[in-house]
């Protein structure tokens, strides 16, 4: 089992940066594809961003691609996502999540491609 804890988020100004960490225990990842996602209120949980497992390549939503990175430190057990030039509509909980199938570098984009998830934590951008 595979436990994650996101940490970093907050209240912050349109134009501001964040930087969310996801911490795991329980298990090494450095072998798993990882994900942030998010979910704002009354919408569906979407696809932020992925990294494969050896942090070589990465995946990001049009909505974020330019603004966000997602990186990865294996011997922290520890993944990262930047967040630059946030704006009102980034405000949601952010997720963690690991997919621990094996794929290559294959790097999903659908919530159900993941099996181990964070509890989240709250992203509010003010304008």
Known sequence: QVQLVESGGG????GDSLRLSCAASGRTISRYVMGWFRQAPGKER???AAISWSGG???YADS???RFAISRD???NTVYL?????KPEDTAVYYCAADSAWNGDYLGRHPNEYDYW???TQVTVSS
């Open 11 to 14: 209240l912050v100004q349109a």
């Open 74 to 76: 294996n011997a922290e």
């Open 118 to 120: 964070g509890r989240g």
């Open 46 to 48: 979407e696809f932020v």
């Open 64 to 66: 974020v691609k330019g």
């Open 57 to 59: 390549s990465t995946s």
């Open 82 to 86: 930047l967040m630059n030039s946030l």
